[in-house]
C-alpha cells in the first residue's frame, strides 16, 4: 500500500490524465496503420492491446487515489471564524457556493426595490407622485449591516481558502 499527501495524490491523477492521453494516442495512431505482413499485424494487435491495458490500469489508479482524496476531504478540516470547515465543504464554496451567495446578498440592494418599483410604475402607469401615494414602496426585511458582515465574512473565506485547503493538503495523508 503506497501512502502520499493530498498534494502528491493531485500530482499523480495529473501525471495519469497526461499518460492517459497517450495512451489514447497511441492506440488511435497503431489502430489506423497501414496492415503489411502478418508479423507486422501481430506485432501491432499486441501493441494495442498492452496500450488498452495500461489505459485500464491508469484509470483504474486514478478512480482508486480520486476517492482516497474525496474521503480525506470529507474529514481534513480547518478553522476560520468559529467555524471549522472540511475541505470538502471549503471546495463546495468554491466552485458552488459561492456564487450563490453573492447572488443572494447582491439581492438585498435598494437599487433592486428601485428597479421593481419603475417596472411597476410602467406596468401600472403611476406617476412617481402617485406611486409614493399608494404607499407601494416594499418593507425592508433584512438587516443591511448584517448582510454586509456576511459579504465581507465570504470574501475573505474565499481569500484565505487556497492557502487553508493547500496547507491541509500537504498534511493530509492517504493510502492507495
Known amino acids: 500500500m503506497e501512502k ?7 500530482r499523480e491523477l495529473k501525471r495519469i490524465d497526461s499518460l492517459f492521453i497517450q495512451r489514447c494516442q497511441n492506440i488511435k495512431r497503431y489502430c489506423s496503420k497501414k496492415k503489411n505482413s502478418p508479423d507486422e ?14 489505459a485500464n490500469d491508469l484509470l483504474t489508479r486514478y478512480k482508486n487515489i480520486k476517492l482516497e482524496i474525496n474521503k480525506a476531504n470529507l474529514v481534513a ?8 470547515y472540511t475541505i470538502a465543504e471549503a471546495l463546495l464554496y468554491k466552485q458552488y457556493l459561492k456564487n450563490k451567495y453573492d447572488l443572494l446578498y447582491d439581492s438585498f440592494t435598494t437599487e433592486n426595490a428601485n428597479r421593481q418599483l419603475s417596472v411597476i410604475r410602467v406596468n401600472v402607469q403611476l406617476a412617481p407622485e402617485e406611486l409614493e401615494a399608494a404607499n407601494l414602496v416594499p418593507e425592508v426585511y433584512y438587516d443591511e449591516k448584517k448582510i454586509q458582515t456576511l459579504k465581507e465574512d465570504l470574501l475573505e473565506l474565499m481569500s484565505i481558502m487556497d492557502a487553508l485547503i493547500d496547507q491541509t493538503n500537504h498534511k493530509t495523508t492517504i493510502k492507495i
Do not use: D, G, H, R
Open 77 to 84: 478540516s480547518f478553522p476560520f471564524k468559529n467555524k471549522t
Open 41 to 54: 499485424i501481430t506485432n501491432q494487435k499486441t501493441y494495442i492491446k498492452e496500450q488498452v491495458q495500461s
Open 4 to 10: 502520499l499527501t493530498i498534494a502528491e495524490a493531485l
